[in-house]
């Protein structure tokens, strides 16, 4: 049996919690999706669930059982086009949602592994016995500058400029998303987050907490950590254990 955890915190600092997530299991595939809105209060918000509820709706309509690993990416960025689509038709109804948008990780389960894509900063991590290894690649300005070779990684989580993504849902007409297959062996795991863990807790201590003997509190271990930091932004994380 799969097991999953999830948990989304406003913060210390921010009135309002613009992140969201949903999991859901739909013709034998798992589906997971992280948000974390950006816009405005009101349109951060709104852009990050228009995003998860789409996203999981739409690609419900596409799945069936024992889909290979790249009928599963075209289904998976299929439904992310139509959740950019959906955000687009709701910030052309009101001037307050005009600028909206969100970022996106979402993983689906095939036999053996995970697909996953994203759009965006909100990152996805295959942890094993082994360590833990990035598996998306940010879109945003730091993560050109580490690619440059400007800055460190370290440096990134502190850079001023570390919230600047150069691709979203909403403001970008067509939101184009990366793809990766994420295979996996029995006992390991997938963390799907926004970058509010990510810039206040390293990887180094997400894989010690989640692999230390009580795995249904990790999370909140995690969320500790962060809040224990300042917790200047919304945190978001769900876990998937392979069985």
């Known amino acids: 049996m799969t097991n999953i955890w999830g948990i989304t915190d406003a913060g210390l600092v921010r009135r309002e919690n613009q992140d969201a997530y949903k999991?859901?299991?739909?013709?034998?595939?798992?589906?997971?999706?992280?948000?974390?809105?950006?816009?405005?209060?009101?349109?951060?918000?709104?852009?990050?669930?228009?995003?998860?509820?789409?996203?999981?709706?739409e690609l419900e309509k596409l799945l069936i059982s024992d889909m290979t690993v790249g009928q599963l990416q075209e289904a998976s960025t299929a439904a992310i086009a139509l959740a950019n689509r959906a955000i687009q038709e709701a910030a052309g109804c009101s001037i307050e949602y005009q600028n909206m948008?969100?970022?996106?990780?979402?993983?689906?389960?095939?036999?053996?592994?995970?697909?996953?894509?994203?759009?965006?900063?909100?990152?996805?991590?295959?942890?094993?016995?082994?360590?833990?290894?990035?598996?998306?690649?940010?879109?945003?300005?730091?993560?050109?500058?580490?690619?440059?070779?400007?800055?460190?990684?370290?440096?990134?989580?502190?850079?001023?400029?570390?919230?600047?993504?150069?691709?979203?849902?909403?403001?970008?007409?067509?939101?184009?998303?990366?793809?990766?297959?994420?295979?996996?062996?029995?006992?390991?795991?997938l963390l799907l987050c926004t970058d509010g863990l990510v810039n206040t807790v390293t990887d180094q201590e997400m894989w010690a907490e989640v692999l230390r003997e009580d795995t249904d509190t990790c999370l909140d271990r995690l969320l500790d950590i962060s809040k224990s930091r300042g917790a200047s932004d919304n945190v978001t994380a769900v876990l998937v254990r392979e069985p």
């Open 23 to 57: 999991v859901q299991t739909a013709s034998s595939h798992i589906i997971c999706v992280v948000c974390d809105g950006m816009g405005g209060t009101a349109g951060g918000k709104l852009a990050s669930h228009i995003a998860v509820e789409t996203f999981v709706a």
């Open 101 to 189: 948008g969100t970022t996106l990780v979402s993983a689906v389960s095939y036999r053996g592994g995970m697909v996953i894509c994203n759009v965006g900063d909100s990152r996805a991590y295959h942890i094993t016995k082994q360590g833990i290894t990035q598996i998306t690649r940010d879109h945003s300005l730091v993560e050109h500058m580490v690619e440059r070779g400007d800055i460190t990684a370290e440096e990134a989580r502190r850079h001023p400029n570390r919230n600047l993504i150069t691709r979203a849902l909403g403001p970008d007409v067509d939101a184009e998303c990366d793809g990766y297959i994420c295979p996996m062996e029995p006992g390991d795991y």
